[in-house]
Nanobody, 128 residues
Framework: QVQLVESGGGLVQAGGSLRLSCAAS??????????MGWFRQAPGKEREFVAA????????LYADSVKGRFTISRDNVKNTVFLSMNSLKPEDTAVYYC???????????????????WGQGTQVTVSS
């Protein structure tokens, strides 16, 4: 079992920046073979994909809505994945979740059902 804890959310003005962290603990010895993703869910909307990273290669995948503004990265030593968010917009307001895909397929995926472990989420609010 792997536990995920997100942090770094908060209230920021439009155009501002935030950096989210997702710390993995527990059975992390297998992280090297896993993919990690960030998703978000706004009130009344479905959970949507934001970004993903392959732990072994650092290859990345982004949703079109955040491409060029958000960057996903990872720290092997700290077993932590980051989401750096710049040029934030009010429509980025949501609860942000990190997740692990234990048995990745050939390519990074944006499909929530492929991810096995989820964190509790961290609120990001962007004011206009």
């Amino acid at each position: 079992q792997v536990q995920l804890v997100e942090s770094g959310g908060g209230l920021v003005q439009a155009g501002g920046s935030l950096r989210l962290s997702c710390a993995a603990s527990g059975r992390t010895f297998g992280l090297y073979g896993m993919d990690m993703g960030w998703f978000r869910q706004a009130p009344g909307k479905e959970r949507e994909f934001v970004a993903a990273i392959r732990w072994s290669t650092s290859s990345t995948l982004y949703a079109d809505s955040v491409k060029g503004r958000f960057t996903i990265s990872r720290d092997n030593v700290k077993n932590t994945v980051f989401l750096s968010m710049n040029s934030l917009k009010p429509e980025d307001t949501a609860v942000y979740y990190c997740a692990i895909e234990r048995q990745p397929i050939a390519q990074l995926t944006s499909l929530p059902h492929r991810y096995d472990y989820w964190g509790q989420g961290t609120q990001v609010t962007v004011s206009s």
